[in-house]
């Protein structure tokens, strides 16, 4: 997701990204920064692959309404 403000140097980005751990649970995982510049990334685990989508879709519409707009595929897209 990417933010465009006129008053800012450069774009700030979010990115989300859910990935299964090799002990089979999810970890949804989020960068957050100005492009070019520094950023933070924060990891939060979930037990079920359900739980994981439900956090990112939460994460992601709350970040909508900051006026981020998606860049990318969705988790379930194949």
Do not use: N
């Not at 140097?9 to 957050?32: H, K, M, N, S, Y």
């Not at 100005?34 to 079920?48: D, E, M, T, Y």
């Amino acid at each position: 997701m990417q933010q465009t403000s006129a008053s800012l140097p450069a774009p700030r980005f979010v990115r989300l990204v859910l990935q299964e751990d090799l002990l089979g649970g999810w970890e949804l995982i989020r960068e957050t920064g100005q492009a070019g510049g520094r950023s933070q990334v924060r990891r939060a685990l979930f037990l079920s692959r359900a739980q994981a989508v439900d956090a990112f879709e939460a994460a992601r519409a709350e970040h909508a309404r900051s006026g981020f707009e998606v860049r990318g595929p969705h988790p379930d897209a194949a």
